[in-house]
């Protein structure tokens, strides 16, 4: 590391140390890129196509052209809007499912690695259990029982499973925190348990958590998708699974329609591939010893 | 290592009973009334016999007895091996329904599973010394792992089956062909097999190879080894020992894998029509069979607890602490 872009510690601090260095790691900056333009598109996009993306508007199966940029499904549905109303859901199920399951994980684990004794017993006994249950399996039934399935249903009971290594990892992370000097020092201070864990703790897992977040993210797009695909996705909206879903159902393999199937599981592909990516980039940003200038 | 064991074994005991639980639960929770929509499906339009069907459903479910009496007559049932007659196959019971489908599904897992653990820990290991492989396979790896499984077993499908037209897209086999010992028909089942099994194993490859990638270099930078090295031990032996103790995380790693790699073989099936449990799992949604539904998910968390505990004892076999009752394997 040279001297011209050594930050001036002193002035920056350590989060914008952080910034700084995540701001010149090109997988994070790759990374979040990829992901919040297909975010933007999914987010705007719906404004400029056709409010209903199961609407019959064009002639049938055609190729991608300058007015269908997607071409357009067996039904004469336009592809591109589908996409990008199916971009939409598969980021609301990711915030949802992935925010719930690090709400459900964070409290878990922190409960159960700061409190020790029984109630560690219990919680990491609950915890082993959902791990070793298979998760998609489940979903698949209780989906199979809901008569209307919605984007938030989805992401809610997406969320429910997917917490487990997130509890795991947590409370391995503050098993060790515990017995530091100033968590004790806070301690004698007279500050309570949640307070010690919200303001002691949690900052030194920050980076971690961080990742974290990111990878449940990621799960959970990956979870619904496959949901949507089995037949058990959102019934009033078009996600990028049920996408995929219908273009089989109606042998677009056979019949050659690949601008059908194509986009939508690339779609998931990238925004999924780009999220690991950034993560790989953080690590390294926030572990001097990976990066690599 | 019987304490070890000990705790394992409650575990397994308490997620199945739980996974149980939650089986019965489910119907009796969840809004709407399975019972109606599986009448809907049957559109019986005779009032009479539409009576009738129902009291035969909720007879099935036993919703006609008080909660607890159902609870205990669930687990009866299911200890004798009863798991209720399935709706789409009628009328074959759940159980041998599941049985048939069953051997497709192993047969497609256990390969692909196995391979891929050795392939990918393999890969890895090689592309933790060598900077050109390492930066090939590393965004390989991560490709892969992001790729959804059935989108990858659909372009396997496009390719292979419709472009290239080497391999048929649908079914376990020809169905030209009675099931019988002959070379043609394992043939045929062979070639029916190799593209769903190539899209399993190829998801799982990136995630054990940057699993063992991340591990082996951690382990390159620990005090045993740089103690081994300033001994001068040829970078060789180092190099064994690295893998040999990443190997452990590994093999807890497969373990909490397979309900992901489970989910994925059940959509990859429904991709190429293979008639394992996945697609029979689409057959019960799409003819609510509730009870088939059901049935296949105790199948898959009993296998995936099995599974599991073989895992634990291939641990304790190559990680002597377990077996010393020091630490290490926890539960």
């Known amino acids: ?293 | 290592m019987g304490r070890y064991f000990r705790r394992k074994l409650l575990l397994y005991g308490i997620t199945f009973f739980i996974a149980v639980t939650i089986n019965f639960a489910i119907p009796r929770l969840m809004p709407g009334d399975p019972v109606s929509r599986m009448l809907s499906r049957h559109s019986v339009a005779n009032p009479e016999s539409s009576q009738a069907l129902r009291t035969y459903f909720e007879n099935l479910f036993g919703f006609d007895v008080p909660l607890w009496q159902q609870y205990l007559n669930y687990w009866t049932a299911l200890l004798q091996g009863d798991l209720g007659v399935s709706i789409y196959a009628f009328p074959a019971s759940v159980s041998s329904v599941v049985m048939d489908a069953l051997p497709y599904t192993l047969a497609l897992l256990l390969p692909s599973i196995i391979l891929s653990w050795f392939v990918g820990n393999g890969l890895g290991a090689m592309a933790a010394r060598n900077k050109w492989l390492d930066n090939t396979l590393l965004p390989i790896g991560y490709l892969f792992t992001a790729v959804p499984y059935m989108w990858l077993a659909i372009l396997l499908a496009w390719l292979g089956g419709i472009i290239l037209g080497w391999f048929p897209v649908a079914a376990g086999y020809s169905l030209a062909l009675t099931p019988t010992l002959s070379w043609t028909f394992v043939l045929n089942l062979i070639h029916h097999w190799f593209l769903p099994f190539l899209s399993l194993f190829v998801v799982a490859l990136g995630g054990w190879a940057i699993g063992m990638r991340n591990l082996v270099i951690y382990e390159l930078e620990s005090d045993y080894s740089n103690y081994l090295r300033s001994l001068g031990a040829p970078q060789r032996l180092v190099r064994r020992y690295a893998f040999r103790n990443a190997m452990l995380p590994q093999i807890s790693g497969l373990a909490l894998q397979l309900g992901v790699v489970v989910g994925g073989a059940l959509v990859t099936e429904v991709v190429f029509a293979y008639p394992g449990l996945g697609s029979l799992m689409l057959n019960a949604i799409n003819s609510q069979d509730f009870f088939l539904l059901q049935g296949i998910l105790l199948f898959i968390v009993i296998g995936v607890l099995v599974f599991n505990f073989l895992a634990d004892v291939v641990y304790v076999l190559v990680d002597p602490r377990t077996r010393l009752g020091l630490e290490g394997g926890q539960s």
């Open chain 1, 1 to 293: 590391m040279t001297a011209g872009i050594t930050p001036d510690a002193e002035v920056i601090g350590e989060r914008g140390e952080h910034l700084y260095f995540a701001l010149r790691n090109p997988k994070v900056v790759i990374g979040l890129t990829v992901v919040t333009a297909l975010l933007l598109l999914g987010v705007f996009g719906p404004f400029f196509v056709s409010a209903d993306p199961n609407e019959y508007i064009g002639p049938k199966s055609t190729a991608p052209s300058g007015e269908y940029w997607l071409g357009t499904t067996y039904f004469g549905q336009d592809v591109f809007a589908q996409f990008v109303h199916g971009l939409r859901s598969s980021y609301v199920v990711g915030g949802l499912g992935g925010g719930i399951a690090f709400v459900i994980g964070l409290s878990v684990g922190f409960t159960a690695g700061y409190r020790g004794g029984i109630v560690d017993e219990l919680l990491n006994m609950l915890t082993n259990v959902v791990l070793v249950l298979p998760a998609l399996a489940v979903l698949i039934v209780i989906s199979s029982y809901l008569e209307v399935r919605g984007v938030i249903a989805q992401g809610i009971i997406i969320g429910l499973f997917s917490w487990p290594w997130v509890a795991r990892a947590v409370r391995a992370q503050s098993l060790t925190l515990r017995n530091r000097d100033y968590v004790d020092l806070a301690r004698l201070t007279g500050k309570r348990a949640p307070q010690i864990i919200l303001k002691e703790i949690m900052p030194n897992m920050a980076s971690y958590l961080l990742m974290t977040v990111i990878l449940l993210f990621g799960g959970a797009i990956l979870f619904a998708a496959m949901l949507d695909f089995i037949g058990l996705g959102p019934t009033d909206a078009v996600s990028l699974g049920t996408m995929m879903q219908q273009s089989m159902a109606w042998s677009s393999l056979h019949l050659g329609l690949w601008w059908w199937f194509v986009p939508p599981g690339m779609a998931i592909t990238a925004i999924v591939g780009s999220l690991y990516i950034t993560n790989v980039g953080l690590d390294e940003v926030f572990n001097p010893k990976l990066r690599e200038m």
